[in-house]
């Protein structure tokens, strides 16, 4: 497996983590509980931006790795 899809894997993950703790968040009627999986959802996003700019770079300067 080449870095590029690693890297897109890993986005895939993030992407998918993110939305279990979106239906989490909706589910639990614990206050706290919900405020903790919406904190973890917020870092989940920033996380998701920087892959996203990070596999833009890596595609740019390696351009065999756009497509994966």
């Known amino acids: 497996m080449t870095v590029g ?3 897109k894997q ?3 993950n993030l992407k998918g983590v993110q939305s279990t703790l979106r ?3 909706i589910q639990t009627q614990d206050k706290k509980a919900k405020e903790a ?3 973890a ?4 996003s920033e ?3 920087d892959l996203e700019q990070r ?3 890596v595609e740019f300067e390696e351009p065999q790795y756009k497509g994966y």
């Open 55 to 57: 596999i833009k770079v």
């Open 23 to 25: 239906l989490y968040s």
């Open 10 to 12: 890993t986005l895939a």
């Open 41 to 44: 959802m917020e870092i989940t």
């Open 47 to 49: 996380v998701i931006c």
């Open 5 to 7: 899809a690693k890297m």
């Open 37 to 39: 999986y919406q904190e």
